[in-house]
């Protein structure tokens, strides 16, 4: 998905999506009753933010203490920050998404499919930088390299008596 894509629905549709779900509930069961429900599932998602978020705090230095690198941790990490920032904002699709970021199950489901998708690129691209090495004349990304060998001098001592 390219990144227009991604700011298109996160900018456009999202809000949109968020504006007709508070009419439809609001009009359904009150005002005041989808107030609350909104208030609801931001106390709830904090309590659950603060349980799973101690929970992967220690996996992260369980892994550490035993020298084993805690990439899972770190990325369940992110989503849960984003699961609590989700969870804070006002409407039912947000709050959809948060609750997927901080339940277990679907959290390391969601880290698991990210690690697997950014290992497969960053495969792919340490495949390209090792080909260009071996060729010697051209980048990474397959353009003509632009690196310059040089030295310097540092004149501040200059600049400042200049001042």
Known sequence: MRASHLFLILFIVVPVAEIYLLIQVG??????????LILATAIIGAGLLRQQGLSTLARFQNNLS??????????EGILLA????????????TDAIGFLCLIPF???ALAHY????SAGTMQAGVAGFANSARSGSQGYN???????EGEFVRKEEERLKRD
């Open 142 to 148: 397959g353009k003509a390299d632009n690196t310059y």
């Open 66 to 75: 035993t020298g084993t690198l805690p990439a899972q941790e770190m990325i």
């Open 114 to 117: 990210i690690m697997k998708r």
């Open 27 to 36: 009009s359904m069961i009150g005002a005041i009753p989808t107030i609350l």
């Open 106 to 108: 679907t959290r390391k």
């Open 82 to 93: 984003v699961g609590g920032a989700l969870l804070m904002t006002p409407g039912f699709v």
